[in-house]
């Protein structure tokens, strides 16, 4: 994770903390803004260019990668 992404992840914490969410909200929520700044950064993508499509995909990744790992075996002849 670059600089840039640690200090967006702790200033995400300190808002959530100072509204007074769950701990364990708050952990969640920052480990999902991680893994999505990390999705980013592995496609090249800035989070200023981030648009709802780059978000549907992201999401729509654990459902793709589920799918592949859970794909029946096929039949044999």
């Known amino acids: 994770m670059t600089h840039d992404h640690s200090a967006l992840i702790a200033q995400f914490?300190?808002?959530?903390?100072?509204?007074r969410y769950n701990p364990v909200a708050?952990?969640?929520?920052?480990?999902?803004?991680?893994?999505?700044?990390?999705y980013l950064a592995a496609r090249k993508i800035a989070l200023e260019a981030v648009t709802p499509i780059e978000v549907s995909n992201y999401l729509r990744l654990p459902v793709r990668q589920l799918r592949q790992h859970h794909e029946p075996a096929p039949a044999r002849a």
Do not use: H, I, M
Request: with cysteine.
């Open 26 to 38: 708050v952990s969640n929520y920052c480990r999902n803004a991680d893994s999505f700044l990390r």
């Open 13 to 19: 914490r300190e808002a959530l903390t100072q509204q």
